[in-house]
Every structure is written in structure tokens, then in C-alpha cells.
């Protein structure tokens, strides 16, 4: 993993590890996935891919509905 610097050749954070990320979020893991819908969508440590940034958002606010549901009893995810 790279480190990146500021002008002071201070450590400012490390670079994310995107093929670490998207496993995450395949497995729908919501962290990651609105932090591969931030980097697409401002194309940082990745080419900007709007689309994409759309996907992983909404993988994400699906994801946090569906826990919603699950916690406040309101499950209806077997209904057709």
C-alpha cells in the first residue's frame, strides 16, 4: 500500500485498498460501499465513474433499508 504525502513529507493517510473495498461491498459490507461510491464518484485512487458511484450508493442506502426493517420488526422482504 502507498503512503501519501503532504509538503511537509508527513504522512497525511493511507491510499484505500480497492480491491479490499469492493470484496466488502459485494458482501455487503455498507462502510465500503459508500466509500466506493465517494471514490468513484470524485475519481480519487480510481478513474471517475459516475455510474458507478450511483451503483455502490445504492447498494448502500438498499442495504441500511433492509437493517432498518430487520430491527424494527417490519420485515417484509418475502412479500412478492
Not at 466488502?24 to 475519481?43: M, P, R, V
Amino acid at each position: 500500500m502507498f503512503k501519501l504525502w503532504n509538503n511537509n513529507n508527513k504522512v497525511n493517510k493511507e491510499e484505500p485498498n480497492i480491491t479490499l473495498l469492493l470484496k466488502k461491498a459485494k458482501n455487503n459490507d455498507i462502510k465500503a460501499q459508500y466509500k466506493l461510491s465517494t471514490l468513484y464518484y470524485n475519481g480519487k485512487y480510481v478513474a471517475q465513474n459516475i455510474e458507478k458511484a450511483k451503483y455502490w450508493l445504492t447498494k448502500a442506502i438498499e442495504r441500511e433499508e433492509i437493517n432498518k426493517n430487520k430491527q424494527s420488526g417490519s420485515d417484509n422482504s418475502y412479500i412478492n
